[in-house]
């Protein structure tokens, strides 16, 4: 019989609707039967795309006799991490400071009000590598609960009350400057695996936002060594088994320093940051791969993450069903056979074997194909299996076969049993995606790209956005989740409309991201500028969440601080500038000292120092010079420029200019002309695309 999660719209809840547990979701229902049958809740957060947390489901949460127990002496509750990220920050806040580590799945046991006072990870169902079992950590706290509840209640209250002494140290007055951002650089260089690129050892993350950084710093500034490491980086993560040789995309990170094994899950915040980085590296270099793995990305996004409602899911599981030696399909990878063991491991969609490689292919392209991709008869990954990659930095290859090799190998793989997709619509993660394909679809003349992010963008405003202009944080089919937007909804979000708005030329985006932000001045905003991970008349928790420091994804704060500072050079807007300068405070204070961890936040005080530049292109629009001078504005590397297009006095129906920017913009001579000011001073305007294209990329 389901559990109370049937009715959830988070698809890892729904994973768990069927266990013998009786699982509540969060909710002070929960805590109130807590409190009614006077014993602690567990908390189990996880989310769909993991693979420990499947593994600790299976082998705990659907045994029966653990069940049990669990129903006789707790009430337990299941949080998916991607609908309440707030929940797990606290949570995993207090795992860290208990325990030095954290991950997931997170296993909590609380009070009836919330107070954590046992915290651990995956626990398994025998003891084992020195870890208890579950059930033994069940026995064990239930019995501190009854024969030691003063204890427990002493343990609680402390932790709570660390947590609560905790202050975030803002950084005082005044944003970060030109030595905060060299001391930075010069960090990350200390931090930079000369020999594989990414910064750090094993595991190794994709680095997008501190990219985004060296990017932009090499803009402003002429630093080659910041381009290097960004240009190196991306090329070896580009070559590696962290990206998928065959059909685009990238895992979540990288178990080893090299990039070689994955940790399979595609999750759609990677993959959105990274198509975004790798169009804005070939917009530095004119990189050719830099180009290919932007365009497969974006194709690879809209081919496997695209929902019926026109927005994208959040993750592909790591895990799939493993395919029998009988269901390997024949010679020229054609004709689906059935034969799945049964068993889900991971990477199972995704590794090869020399032996499938001569199945696919026929000896001689296997044998290509092997020296192409780096498979070897002893494998890179497990039981002799090898993660494709593209080991070879020189010499010619030829094209068409290598063409021909991937589409039959990619035919094959499509035979197999797929990942299963985490369906549910996240809005800040569906925000870096309008980002990414709006932007891919300009530089590289893919109207589509831009039409599937404007899509995305008209789902969120149908079906996140209420007449308040409040953000929910998911959907799923359509239908909006019960959770409130956390500031890296808002932030996300309003860049995603604004990059929009600066890709198509449509206005709305522009007032649409100007709702989102005054939201966050209204809502999210302590003193001194300081940002808050959740809205001032959120749901109470034992602390309330605030981190400026990214994770996979930019922090709420400074994707925030970007989006206001972005707004601002749209609008003039000062109280959006100051909002945006105060929030960067912790940039100074934090990005000279872990700028792995602030990396969004020194990417937009890139900009703040660079102005930024304020362009607007103004001329009739389906002209052709207007179109130039419009791609060339959003070619211009000059860091967080804002790009405004359309007709001379183009006015919305209120009689107010439809972007700021070209209130008071005439033609040129009769000709489209671009303007660009910075700091209050404007440079003469153009109708030529060299000129324009000097003006945004001179370091000044």
Known sequence: MPNRLAKATSPYLLQHADNPVDWWPWGPEAFEEAR???????????????????????????????????????????????????????YMEAVQAATGQGGWPMTVFLNAEGEPFYFGTYFPPAPRHGMPSFRQVLEGVNSAWTDRRAEVGEVAGRIVGELAGRSLAHGGEGVPGEEELAQALLALTRDYDQTHGGFGGAPKFPASMVVEFLLRHHARTGAEGALQMASDTCEAMARGGIYDQLGGGFARYSVDREWVIPHFEKMLYDNALLCRTYARLWRATGSDLARRVALETADFMVRELRTAEGGFA??????????????????????????????????????????????????????FAARYYGVTEEGTFEEGASVLQLPQGEGVVDAARVESVRQRLLTARETRPRPERDDKIVAAWNGLAIAALAETGAYFGRPDLVERATEAADLLVRVHLDETARLARTSKDGRVGANAGVLEDYGDVAEGFLTLAGVTGEGVWLDFAGFLLDGVIERFTGEGGALYDTAHDAEPLIRRPQDPTDNATPSGWTSAAGALLSYAAHTGSEAHRTAAEGALGVVKALGPRAPRFIGWGLAVAEALLDGPREVAVVGPRGDAATAELHRTALLGTAPGAVVAVGEPAAQDASGEAEFPLLAGRPLVDGRAAAYVCRGFVCSAPTTEVDVLAEQLTAHL
């Open 314 to 367: 959040s993750a592909l599981d790591a895990d799939s069903e493993e395919v029998s030696s009988e269901a390997r399909p024949q010679k020229g990878g054609g004709g689906r056979r059935e034969g799945g063991t049964g068993k889900h491991v991971e990477g199972a969609y995704y590794a090869w074997t020399p032996g499938q490689f001569r199945d696919v292919l026929g000896e001689a392209d296997a044998e």
């Open 36 to 90: 009614r049958r006077d014993v602690p809740v567990l908390l189990s957060v996880g989310y769909s795309a993991c693979h420990w947390c499947h593994v600790m489901a299976h082998e705990s949460f659907e045994n029966e006799a653990t069940a049990a127990y669990l129903n006789e002496h707790f009430v337990s509750v299941k949080v998916d991490r991607e609908e309440r990220p707030d929940v797990d920050a606290v």
